[in-house]
């Protein structure tokens, strides 16, 4: 039975491998490959993935992901990234 963590190291796998990963792909994906424990239904009615799921990932991730904001996706830090900010806009 997969973990959070499980789910958060394929979330940092797919970052990796992609250097964008979008939010809405992740979320679909998640359910799909996961199940429904790693997702809910958030207060706008939309499909979003579990906050002890984003904690583990940014356990995991540390400083060499940032989230942009613009895009709603992960991404590879980059050298010109503020490196104080986890979100990029």
């Given at each position: 039975m997969p973990t959070e963590k499980d789910v958060a190291q394929w979330m940092y796998q797919q970052v990796m491998k992609t250097s964008?990963?979008?939010q809405e792909i992740a979320?679909?994906?998640i359910k799909r490959f996961?199940?429904?424990d790693f997702v809910y239904t958030n207060e706008n009615g939309n499909l979003a993935i579990s906050p002890k799921v984003l904690r583990e990932f940014?356990?995991?991730t540390?400083?060499?992901?940032v989230w942009e904001r613009g895009d709603k996706c992960w991404r590879k830090?980059?050298?010109y990234d503020d490196s104080?900010?986890?979100?990029?806009d």
């Open positions: 964008y990963f979008y979320v679909v994906n996961f199940g429904n940014k356990k995991l540390g400083d060499a992901v830090r980059q050298h104080t900010k986890r979100i990029q």
